[in-house]
Every structure is written in C-alpha cells, then in structure tokens.
C-alpha cells in the first residue's frame, strides 16, 4: 500500500507537481532503511539532497571592508606629501634667503672696503694742509 | 540599523546563499568568495534592507545575479573550472556510507545540467522553496520552473538508472 503510494508520488515528483510536504515524504522513505530494490537508484538522488543540506559556510565573515583601508592609506600619503612639498620649498626659501645674505655682506664689505681708501686718503689731505700751513704762515687774526 | 542587529537578520540563510553559490561556481573557494562578497553588499547597503519585505529572497537573487557575473568574467577570461576533487565528505548519514559513490555521482549528473535546471534543482530539491518563491527569485513564470524542473528531475533519473543498470550487470 505505501509502496503504491511512494510510487504515485514519484510519479508526480518527476512531474514536478508534489509539494514541498509531498516531497519531505519521499525524501524520509528514501533515506530510510527498507527502499524498496526497484527504487535503489533513487536512494542515492534523496540521499544527495538530505546530505547537501547540511553543508554549512564555515568561514566567519568580515563587514569591514578592505577597501576603507586604502582609502585611509591614500588619505595619509597625501597628507605626506603636502608636509614634504612644503618643507621642501621652505628650504629653498631659505637657501635663497642665505645667498641674498651672502650677496649683500660682500656688497657691504667691498663698501667698507673702498669707504677706508677715502678715509686715507682724506689723511693724507689732511697732512697737506698742515705743511702748507707751515708753508703759507696765515696771518693771524 | 546596527551590526548585531543587521547580522540576526542575515546570517540564518548564510547557509543557503553559501549553498547555492557552491552550485552554480562549483569550487568551494569561490563560493566561499561569493558568500563574503554578499555579505559585504548586504552590510552596505543596510539601511535598504529594512524596506525589503523578503532580505533572504532579496539576498538569493542577489546571490545568483553575482554568480552568473562572476561566471561571465571568467568565461571572458577564459578560465575553466576544475571540480575534480569533490568528495562526499559529509558522513551524518553512516548507514548509508556505501552509497557514497552514487551520491558523489548524483553531484555530477547535477553539474551537468544547464545552470538554470541545476539553480532550480537546488532551490526546490535542497533548499525546499516553494514554486512561488523560486518564480519571485529566478524572475521566471512558476509553470516555466514546473517544466524546467521536471526536465531535470527525468534527466537525473534517467542517467541514475543506466549507471545502476551498468553496476548489476
């Protein structure tokens, strides 16, 4: 009588037309013990699916994405490289800054320099002036 | 939406979606991939989540939409899939353990079949949705899913009973 009854609904089953209930009834009777030998090759198809059923992802998984990461990474080297620009033409401003010193201190010393050559020269005018004054008594006053 | 909550509402089908992406990219690797890369969608886009009335149906037609991209790519890529090293490994079912080769047969008469038949086998057979469902999911006509999931049904029988007809004689 249930064999009747298995063979109706596999019957429907290769039909597509048993329901899910109808389904779970083939499906306890074929991975139960007393299948009927007629039926063997359809032990092995229920028996798939009742196994399968069972795999599970085992793996945990991750929300967070990598890929904020690099956004963070590229963020930061940015930055890096804004610092490093900035420093870089900081010091270049300042090389610049050093030589214009330079220049000018030479300037200046050349200045003083030649400055000195008058002041000797300014002496030795001096020193005339007396000798003529010797030279030429000026009446006095 | 916040995390542990997010996560009470999709990780009871992790399984599934994990299921169902093994079925149609075959390694385990790469379903692996899928179901993490499903996940990470699913999280980002959380605050639509609560408009679905159905996550878990909204997550398998994602599941599938991501599978057959990533299958595209690969045939773009021309990278062939070797599945040459599944072993039914899951032994719950001791007194059954000298059907072991059939059933790792029945593994491959299913991966032969074109993968709209091998997506429905797998929906209805091992995930027990019902036609309504898999219609919704597939964006098919339920009668197309009766017709098409009897034809895989006949085709599996079918090459069950040769290879069983070839094993008693």
């Known amino acids: ?33 007393n299948v009927a030998q007629h039926l063997e090759e359809y ?17 945990s998984i991750q929300l967070k994405s990598e890929k904020s990461n690099w956004k963070w990474l590229s963020i930061a080297a940015s930055v890096v490289l ?31 320099q030649n400055l000195n050559k008058g002041t ?20 006095e006053k | 939406m916040k995390q542990s909550e997010f996560l009470e509402t999709v990780l009871p089908f992790k399984d599934k979606v994990f299921r169902l992406a093994k079925r149609l990219l075959v390694s385990v690797e790469e379903a692996e991939d899928a179901t993490q890369e499903l996940y990470m969608k699913l999280w980002k886009n959380k605050k639509q989540i609560q408009n679905y009335k159905n996550v878990e149906a909204f997550a398998m037609t994602m599941t599938k939409n991501y599978c057959f ?12 899939l070797v599945h040459s090293n599944y072993e039914a490994n899951e ?15 029945v593994h491959k008469l299913i991966d032969n079949l074109p993968e ?14 019902e036609f309504d469902e898999i219609a919704k999911l597939l964006n ?30």
């Open chain 2, 69 to 80: 991209d990533r299958l595209k790519s690969k045939q773009a890529s021309n990278l062939t």
């Open chain 1, 43 to 59: 032990e092995a198809l229920f028996c798939y699916f009742s196994t399968s059923k069972n795999e599970r992802f085992t793996k």
């Open chain 1, 82 to 112: 804004l610092v490093s620009v900035y420093t870089g033409y900081e010091r270049k401003q300042e090389a610049k800054a050093e030589a214009l010193y330079q220049e000018t201190q030479m300037a200046f010393g050349l200045l003083s």
């Open chain 1, 1 to 33: 009588m249930e064999l009747a009854n298995i063979e109706r609904l596999l019957e429907k089953y290769l039909n597509a037309e048993t329901s899910i209930a109808e389904e779970q009834i083939l499906n306890d009777y074929f991975t139960g013990n």
């Open chain 2, 140 to 169: 098919m006509k339920p009668t197309a899913i009766r017709v098409a999931l009897s034809r895989a049904r006949k085709t599996i029988k079918e090459q069950l009973i040769k290879q069983h007809n070839y094993g008693v004689s």
């Open chain 1, 120 to 139: 000797v020269a300014i002496g030795q005018l001096d020193q005339i002036q007396k000798t003529t004054n010797k030279i030429f008594k000026q009446p």
């Open chain 2, 91 to 105: 032994t719950s079912l001791q007194r059954k353990i000298e059907l072991n080769d059939s059933v790792s047969q």
């Open chain 2, 116 to 129: 709209q038949q091998r997506m429905i086998i797998q929906l209805r057979d091992i995930e027990q949705y």
